[in-house]
């Protein structure tokens, strides 16, 4: 029986990163992975591909909607789905080899197959085949993920009514997309496919899309989709079952009032969030906690109730984000090695690929009004940026919360052009804990996306921004 220092269960951002950090360290590490290739949801039915279609569908907009006004003439562009899928998948595989040639560089075991616990410190592999190995480990971290969510009464058939794995794989533009909750995932793979022509109807819950975020980004974003396409909102809807027949699916819920309403499409996406993954792992055999949830229990060393068993990502509380998973991924190994890593999670960004991107960190502004402290608001519209104007990207703006007192940022929320890259600055302002003016004495290239931020932390400091 071969014997490890570590073994990483699960292939994903969290577990893969997990691996090469022990690896770096001096650890013998050993991973495994259920399905043939690794990189787990993110990188094959997730955060990779589905920012490929959205690229691919986001030229085609421009090129309908756009390139006439920047002097370009072009025939009338049409959708070819099929090679928009197959460039998804080069990404996906030239991601995925980058991957497995990183495992090769850090002398890292792979083991291809399904992991178990037999004890806490014996793992067995079950392969496709249905042959096992097993292998003894001083160590683990459980990293394997997550799986999407449904709702009683729907059956998920992964061909009219489908996940956002399937969604990623369609052979036809839908004429009329369906999509349960208004969340991030939703949202992405519905700006994909209303760009290239579906129409789009969000089926939500609660009262606002990204319910997660600031109000004004939810308010924006809605805005902003219902105006570039054709995207409805049904909020405060209750679905109660979905049927689907060979070419069309009918949705039904209960609106605010208790009244049924039916919806009809020919796809519905469901899209309600993601649960932990642990089927299967043997926790009951070796007695590891999980919660109500699902969710592994551990400390703040992310430490289960089992010696020498960590746990990582989104088998765990938190937000279910693959940056998360990496970062928890290099706390545990550097906690194993005996160093003291950190992890403010409040300062961990949330980012919605939609175009705008939505992007925040922090505290929202309900967050701070719930807790009673005292803030201030600073406000910038792109409208009002001469790089947005530049490249005809001017919705949107960014917000500044700063301490009343002391004016250090205590949350930033951003709706606009490449928001996804411009958060970077927030995060490093807060882990160094600066204040709206530090950033609002700062040299920002012109014209650039990024002036926005330091003219909403002027704003912040004294409401002396200088270009509104």
């Known amino acids: 029986m071969e014997k490890f220092d570590v073994t990483v269960i699960g292939g994903g951002p969290g577990g893969y990163v997990a691996a090469i950090r022990c690896a770096q360290l001096g650890m013998k590490t050993a991973l495994i992975e259920k399905y043939p290739s690794l990189g787990g949801t993110c990188l094959n039915v997730g955060c990779i591909p589905s920012k490929a279609l959205l690229d691919s569908s986001e030229h085609f907009y421009n090129a309908v909607h756009h390139f006439e006004e920047h002097g370009i003439d072009v025939k009338a562009p049409k959708v070819n789905l099929k090679q928009m899928i197959e460039r998804k998948r080069g990404v996906v595989k030239m991601t995925v080899d980058g991957i497995n040639y990183l495992m090769k560089k850090n002398k890292i075991t792979v083991f291809t197959g399904h992991g178990s616990f037999l004890t806490k410190n014996t793992v067995e592999i079950t392969k496709a085949d249905g042959k096992k190995e097993t292998i003894e480990t001083a160590k683990t971290i459980i990293a394997t993920g997550s799986k999407p969510s449904s709702l009683p009464g729907i059956e998920i058939d992964k061909k009219r009514v489908i996940t956002s794995t399937e969604a990623l794989e369609l052979t036809e533009v839908p004429k009329h997309m369906i999509i349960i909750g208004g969340g991030v995932i939703g949202l992405e793979l519905g700006s994909v496919y209303a760009r290239v022509g579906s129409k789009v109807t969000v089926v939500e819950f609660m009262d606002r899309i990204i319910p997660g975020m600031d109000g004004s980004l939810s308010k924006e974003l809605q805005r902003v989709l219902k105006k570039n396409l054709e995207f409805e909102f049904m909020f405060k809807h209750k679905v109660t079952g979905v049927k689907a027949t060979a070419k069309e699916v009918t949705v039904s819920a209960l609106n605010s009032k208790d009244e049924k309403v039916e919806i009809k499409g020919d796809y519905c996406l469901v899209a309600v969030g993601r649960r932990p993954y642990t089927d299967g792992l043997g926790l009951d055999k070796i007695g590891v906690k999980v919660d109500n949830r699902g969710r592994i229990e551990t400390d703040d060393h992310l430490r289960t109730n089992v ?142 996306f990024t002036e926005s931020m330091k003219e909403a932390c002027l704003d912040a400091t004294a409401k002396r921004a200088i270009h509104i």
Request: glycine content about 10%; aromatic content about 8%.
């Open 307 to 448: 010696e020498g068993i960590y746990a990582i990502g989104d088998v765990v509380k938190g937000h279910m984000l693959a940056h998360k998973a990496e970062e928890e991924g290099v706390f545990v190994a550097e906690t194993m090695a005996g160093q003291k890593p950190h992890i403010n999670y409040n300062l961990i960004p949330g980012v919605v690929y939609t175009w705008p991107e939505v992007a925040a960190v922090g505290y929202t502004e309900e967050q701070l009004k719930e807790q009673g402290k005292k803030y201030k608001v600073g406000n910038f519209p792109f409208k009002a940026s001469g790089r947005a104007r530049a490249s005809m990207d001017t919705d949107g703006f960014v917000k500044v919360l700063a301490d009343e007192a002391t004016d250090e940022i205590l949350g930033v929320h951003m709706i606009g052009p490449r928001t996804a890259d411009m958060i970077a600055e927030a995060v490093v302002a807060m882990e160094y804990k600066a204040s709206a003016e530090d950033i609002s004495r700062m040299s920002h290239a012109h014209p650039t």
